[in-house]
């Protein structure tokens, strides 16, 4: 699903479950035109009790390694098997990332630091990451198909008053 509407600031919600499998990677990420800003959760088919955040800045990867988490709490839940809420906000001067309404990160707009500001359009979906130097493992085709569930999408802009 791609949102089709581009935005500067704003928070994209949904309640997802991820889809499992070697390879199948499942994503919700606020992204521009390339060469993209991006802010991403993944989940890793192969590992589908932790959750990935990362942020790209004009295509390039800035976080040296993506920020893992689990469910609120750090519970050992598989987030395969049930809906969790997630979401990204993005405002002038931060991003933040929350599981279940609880902020998981924070990426402060620091001074000569890289920042995503240019992440402008929604989307979710299912992709094959076993394509992607095999980090998400192989995808076994004949345990297909792959899906991820979504219950609801929610995106509220923010605007700013013009100076």
Known sequence: ??????FQYGKMEARVRV?????????ILLAGPDPADELDWEWVGKDTWTAQS???VKGQRVDPKAAFFRTPGNTSEDMAAGFHSYA???N???VKWYIDDLLTRTLPKLDGVPFPSGACRARIGVW?????????????WSK????????????????????
Do not use: R
């Open 19 to 27: 889809s499992p499998g070697s390879g199948v990677v499942s994503t």
């Open 144 to 163: 297909g198909p792959f899906t991820a569930e979504m219950q609801w999408f929610k995106f509220t802009p923010y605007c700013e008053t013009l100076e």
């Open 1 to 6: 699903m791609i949102y089709p509407w581009d």
């Open 92 to 94: 002038k001067d931060s």
């Open 88 to 90: 990204i906000e993005l």
């Open 128 to 140: 094959d990451g076993s394509q992607s130097s095999g980090w998400a493992g192989a995808v076994d």
């Open 54 to 56: 990362m942020y790209f």
